[in-house]
C-alpha cells in the first residue's frame, strides 16, 4: 500500500500547484490514508463469479421508440420568413 507521508503531500501540493496550511497537509493526509483503506477493503471483496460492468444498471441505452410526430405548421414557419418558395425558406448564399 502507498505510504501516505509529508513527501507524498509535499510532491502533490507542487504537483497540483497549491500551497496548503499545516493543518491542511494533515487533514489531507488523513483523507488520503483512508480512501486508500476504503479501496483496500474493496479489493478483499470475492467478486468470482460476478461479470465485469461498465455500469451498475442493465438498462443501459434504454431507448424510446422512434416515432413520427406533428411538427410546426409549414404556412406559420413560412409566413414570417422574407423569402420562401412555399415549401421551405430561402436564404442567402454565405460560402462560395
Not at 503531500?9 to 483503506?37: H, P, Q
Not at 434504454?62 to 422574407?82: G, M, Q, T, Y
Request: net charge negative; glycine share 6%.
Amino acid at each position: 500500500m502507498i505510504q501516505i507521508d509529508e513527501k507524498l503531500i509535499a510532491y502533490l501540493e507542487n504537483l497540483s500547484s497549491l500551497t496548503l496550511s499545516e493543518d491542511e497537509k494533515l487533514r489531507l493526509m488523513g483523507d488520503l490514508g483512508g480512501i486508500l483503506e476504503s479501496m483496500a477493503t474493496l479489493g478483499k471483496l470475492d467478486t468470482d463469479g460476478i461479470p465485469e460492468r461498465s455500469h451498475p444498471f442493465d438498462n443501459v441505452n434504454d431507448f424510446r421508440a422512434d416515432e413520427v410526430l406533428p411538427s410546426f405548421k409549414r404556412d406559420l414557419i413560412l409566413k414570417n420568413a422574407p423569402v420562401h418558395d412555399g415549401e421551405m425558406l430561402i436564404a442567402p448564399q454565405t460560402i462560395e
